[in-house]
């Protein structure tokens, strides 16, 4: 054989063996979701040649299935991977009749809007896609989406639902190895979207008749679409979370009729309907409007309001009541107003001033219908989170003369406040403690023993007589100082961080980002750290509106124990300050021991001592509310670094609290301590 016919030979067995298929398994982990697809690439899917997911190619494929780890054959055609097909050699038996042939649905689809195909297929119910939900994307998402039809809501009004996506689901994921059902519904009157949330169970369980008992409860006015399954670790929803829910949807207009005969509305316009000896009846004094509500009663034109059910009554001796039974050991009959901001399928916080529920009236002034000119109401007093929801009582009448709604009491948590004189026509009142402010009431013993006495001898003398007066006692000295708080190296910012892990029990482990950790520790008279001074740091976790109570911090390894357990809603990454979010800065420290302040004190007396390493220095404290300029009490000075400055206060614990902070020029560090010498 000549050179030149032995290099072509050559030269087509090289070729050969370069098309010679190769042996692979499709997909490849992809942030722990397995992807076989490549996307934003159609037609191509990852193989890991030779199961080596080292040797990860991207081959064209319009071959097999595109099920992860199949065992396929690729060749290298055209500078490109193709997928030639299955490797039948790989198994004796592959467990399954699918000959696993390429996704090729749309070609059996009649939906022209999404490529149809030319050899439609008719399939049962069970693949309707009238309101399925299904993955969002080709390799899913957080929501879910759904397919959209034409509904009949029932008030008998045709929408357009679906066709778009849910709410972010992942945001419902349980803690810890659970899982967590979510229902997703529709509203039957407005079309949207209604998710419901289930209990956690067990993370092992999957199959359909495993979850079912965890799918929460729908009511009357909610249709069910799909059930979610999520974990803690999910983060892309795909088909195997998915549980279809749907139901033979029914809108739940009734029409024609059943029993009772009739046929023709019996009465007026906005007439309710009931039944007349066999027929529709109707009266103008039962009557329903879908602007004004409910109307039973003598027939006529009255004021009437939104959302109202008016009670008449016309005629001597007619009275229009409304009255609750309740028969058994249960609670008695009650009358329960329920406020929110916000939507029906999306409330929000109510707000500080919200009226909750009142009880108003008015009446006819000879010419007109009158205005509400006597009110008894409940009110929000803070804007409402897991930790506050405080509520006032206010009561209004109107003064004789006057046509001007008038506050006369308002309740609240601390005080009843009386905005008229009180007349108790000549009955008593009983059990008034000891005044304490030049403007409260005093009981006649009070008086009787607080008397001034003559008496001889040395001492204040007035034309020949000496006055004694008996002592009042007001605050409570101790006989030691005792350590309030005390903590070096503070800086003007709070310190501010994020959770470095799960936390264990009473502790948790954390990553500073903000401020000085010195706010964490307490020192003892020696400078040395400590857990035993009165008060302990309030430490709040932004991220879940709620604190604790720091009993102890380990600086050098971020390590801080406190006086409870870590809630189970703390978790890594939430955020947590010594700012007690109530303006200016302010640092929170809550009395732990009250064998020497008692709960019933109401206002400490301090010792305050501050320097700082500039010789400018200025300590704020408060008591226990939101920054108001006129009630901080603000000691400083600057007569050099480090020296010492001293001075008295009192101020008023709320909630066993005071708040706290430095001001000190950027970079400088401060010493505060807080003594306490008595309390009242």
Same mark, same amino acid.
């Given at each position: 054989?000549?050179?030149?016919?032995?290099?072509?030979?050559?030269?087509?067995?090289?070729?050969?063996?370069e098309n010679?298929?190769?042996?692979?398994r499709?997909?490849?982990?992809?942030?722990?979701?397995?992807?076989?697809?490549?996307?934003n690439?159609?037609?191509?899917?990852?193989?890991?040649?030779r199961?080596?997911?080292?040797?990860l190619?991207?081959a064209?494929?319009?071959?097999v299935?595109a099920?992860?780890?199949?065992?396929v054959?690729?060749?290298?055609k055209?500078?490109r991977?193709?997928?030639t097909?299955? %490797?039948t050699?790989?198994?004796?038996?592959?467990?399954?009749?699918?000959?696993y042939?390429?996704?090729?649905a749309?070609?059996?689809?009649?939906?022209?809007?999404?490529?149809?195909?030319g050899?439609?297929?008719?399939? %049962?119910?069970?693949?309707?896609?009238?309101?399925?939900?299904?993955?969002?994307?080709?390799?899913?998402?957080?929501?879910?989406?759904?397919?959209?039809?034409?509904?009949?809501?029932?008030?008998?009004?045709?929408?357009?639902?679906?066709?778009t996506?849910?709410?972010?689901?992942?945001?419902?994921?349980?803690n810890?190895?659970?899982?967590?059902?979510?229902?997703?519904c529709? %509203?039957y009157?407005? /079309?949207?979207?209604v998710?419901?949330?289930?209990?956690?169970?067990?993370?092992?369980?999957?199959?359909?008749?495993?979850?079912?008992?965890?799918?929460?409860?729908?009511?009357?006015?909610?249709?069910p679409?799909a059930?979610?399954?999520?974990?803690?670790?999910?983060?892309?929803i795909?088909?195997?979370?998915?549980?279809?829910?749907r139901?033979w949807?029914d809108?739940?207009?009734?029409t024609?009729?059943?029993?009772?005969?009739?046929?023709?509305?019996g009465?007026?316009?906005?007439?309710?309907?009931?039944?007349?000896?066999?027929?529709?009846?109707?009266?103008?004094?039962?009557?329903?409007?879908?602007?004004?509500?409910?109307?039973?009663?003598?027939p006529?034109?009255?004021?009437?309001e939104n959302?109202?059910?008016?009670?008449?009554?016309?005629?001597?001796?007619?009275?229009?009541?409304?009255?609750?039974?309740?028969?058994?050991?249960?609670?008695?009959?009650?009358i329960? /107003?329920?406020?929110?901001? /916000?939507t029906?399928?999306?409330?929000?916080?109510?707000?500080?001033?919200d009226?909750?529920?009142?009880?108003?009236a008015?009446g006819?002034?000879?010419?007109?219908?009158?205005?509400?000119?006597?009110?008894?109401?409940?009110?929000?007093?803070?804007?409402?989170?897991?930790?506050?929801?405080?509520t006032?009582?206010?009561?209004?009448?109107?003064?004789?003369?006057?046509?001007?709604?008038?506050?006369?009491? %308002?309740?609240?948590?601390?005080?009843?406040?009386?905005?008229k004189?009180?007349?108790?026509?000549?009955?008593?009142i009983?059990?008034?403690?000891?005044?304490?402010?030049?403007? &409260?009431?005093?009981?006649?013993?009070?008086?009787? &023993?607080?008397?001034?006495?003559?008496?001889?001898?040395?001492?204040?003398?007035?034309?020949?007589?000496?006055?004694s007066?008996a002592?009042?006692?007001?605050?409570?000295?101790?006989?030691?100082?005792?350590e309030?708080?005390?903590?070096?190296?503070?800086t003007?910012?709070?310190?501010?961080?994020?959770?470095?892990g799960?936390?264990?029990?009473?502790?948790?482990?954390?990553?500073?980002?903000?401020?000085?950790?010195?706010d964490?520790?307490?020192?003892?008279?020696t400078g040395?750290?400590t857990?035993?001074?009165?008060?302990?740091?309030?430490?709040?976790n932004?991220?879940r509106?709620?604190?604790?109570l720091?009993?102890?911090?380990?600086?050098?390894?971020?390590?801080?124990?406190f006086?409870?357990?870590?809630?189970?809603?703390?978790?890594?990454?939430?955020v947590i300050?010594?700012?007690?979010?109530?303006?200016?800065?302010?640092?929170?420290?809550?009395i732990?021991?009250t064998?020497?302040?008692?709960?019933?004190?109401?206002?400490?007396?301090?010792e305050?001592?501050?320097?700082?390493?500039?010789?400018?220095?200025?300590?704020?404290?408060?008591?226990?509310e939101?920054?108001?300029a006129?009630?901080?009490?603000?000691?400083?000075?600057?007569?050099?670094?480090?020296?010492?400055?001293?001075?008295?206060?009192?101020?008023?614990?709320?909630?066993?609290?005071?708040?706290?902070?430095?001001?000190?020029?950027?970079?400088?560090?401060?010493?505060?301590?807080?003594?306490?010498?008595?309390?009242?």
């Open positions: 054989m000549s050179p030149v016919s032995r290099k072509a030979v050559e030269a087509i067995t090289e070729l050969n063996a010679e298929p190769i042996g692979g499709l997909g490849i982990p992809i942030g722990g979701i397995r992807q076989v697809n490549v996307a690439r159609p037609g191509f899917v990852y193989v890991r040649l199961d080596n997911p080292n040797e190619v991207q064209f494929n319009e071959s299935s099920v992860y780890d199949l065992p054959l690729v060749e290298f055209n500078n991977y193709v997928v097909g299955r %490797d050699d790989r198994y004796s038996s592959w467990g399954s009749d699918s000959s042939i390429h996704a090729h749309s070609q059996h689809s009649m939906l022209a809007n999404q490529l149809g195909g050899d439609p297929v008719f399939v %049962d119910g069970r693949q309707m896609m009238p309101g399925a939900a299904y993955p969002s994307g080709t390799l899913g998402g957080p929501n879910v989406l759904v397919s959209d039809f034409l509904f009949r809501n029932k008030l008998g009004n045709w929408l357009y639902v679906g066709n996506g849910t709410p972010n689901l992942n945001t419902l994921r349980p810890g190895s659970n899982a967590r059902m979510v229902l997703v529709l %509203d009157t407005s /079309g949207g979207f998710i419901l949330t289930g209990s956690t169970f067990s993370a092992t369980l999957t199959g359909t008749s495993q979850i079912w008992p965890y799918i929460p409860n729908n009511n009357l006015d909610q249709v679409l059930a979610i399954r999520i974990v803690s670790g999910t983060t892309s795909g088909w195997d979370n998915i549980y279809d829910a139901q949807i809108s739940g207009f009734l024609g009729s059943s029993g009772g005969g009739g046929g023709t509305p009465g007026s316009n906005t007439n309710v309907q009931f039944n007349n000896a066999g027929a529709f009846g109707g009266t103008n004094s039962f009557a329903w409007n879908g602007s004004t509500g409910l109307y039973i009663g003598a006529g034109t009255l004021p009437r959302g109202l059910i008016d009670l008449v009554a016309q005629g001597p001796g007619s009275i229009p009541s409304l009255q609750f039974w309740q028969f058994g050991p249960s609670a008695a009959p009650t329960i /107003g329920n406020k929110s901001n /916000g029906y399928l999306v409330p929000s916080s109510v707000l500080q001033n009226e909750l529920i009142g009880l108003w008015r006819f002034d000879s010419s007109n219908w009158t205005d509400q000119q006597g009110a008894f109401q409940f009110i929000a007093d803070e804007t409402w989170t897991i930790t506050g929801v405080g006032r009582a206010q009561m209004y009448i109107t003064p004789r003369g006057s046509t001007t709604l008038t506050l006369v009491q %308002d309740w609240e948590g601390s005080f009843v406040n009386i905005y004189p009180l007349n108790m026509n000549t009955h008593f009983h059990n008034v403690v000891d005044p304490l402010l030049n403007q &409260d009431a005093a009981t006649k013993k009070y008086v009787d &023993d607080s008397a001034t006495t003559v008496v001889t001898g040395t001492g204040l003398t007035i034309s020949g007589h000496q006055i007066l002592a009042i006692p007001y605050i409570t000295f101790l006989t030691d100082s005792n309030f708080y005390r903590a070096s190296s503070l003007a910012t709070p310190f501010s961080g994020t959770i470095n799960a936390p264990s029990g009473a502790t948790l482990v954390y990553t500073p980002t903000a401020g000085n950790e010195s964490l520790a307490q020192q003892d008279g040395a750290q857990a035993n001074n009165l008060t302990a740091v309030v430490l709040r932004t991220t509106g709620e604190e604790l720091v009993s102890n911090v380990n600086l050098g390894t971020n390590t801080i124990t006086t409870t357990n870590v809630p189970g809603t703390w978790v890594n990454g939430d300050t010594t700012n007690a979010g109530l303006g200016s800065n302010f640092r929170a420290a809550e732990k021991n064998s020497v302040i008692p709960s019933s004190a109401s206002q400490i007396l301090l305050l001592s501050i320097s700082d390493t500039a010789g400018s220095i200025q300590a704020w404290l408060q008591g226990y939101t920054f108001v006129s009630k901080t009490i603000v000691r400083g000075h600057t007569p050099g670094a480090n020296l010492l400055f001293t001075g008295i206060l009192t101020l008023p614990l709320i909630s066993r609290r005071i708040l706290h902070q430095v001001r000190s020029p950027a970079g400088n560090t401060a010493l505060l301590v807080l003594r306490v010498a008595g309390y009242q």
